[in-house]
């Protein structure tokens, strides 16, 4: 069975990079990230998830992101 990939919310995304949660979808957008899939927030709404290795390797490759 192969591996799940670890998925962020748009929070644990904002938090990683240092960036504002209503900034997370543009930024990952301009650097060719899609939504991985999606979840349920704590209050039921639907949360886009992402893949946290490709975000991962989003702030490694750029120099934009605070370190």
Known sequence: MPDTPELW???EVADYLG??????RRQLSRRKIRRAGTGESAAGRITA???AD?????????TD???
């Open 19 to 24: 960036i504002a949660p209503d900034s997370v």
């Open 54 to 62: 490709q975000v991962r390797a989003a702030r490694a490759a750029r």
């Open 9 to 11: 919310t748009r929070g």
């Open 49 to 51: 998830l992402y893949n």
């Open 65 to 67: 992101f605070l370190q």
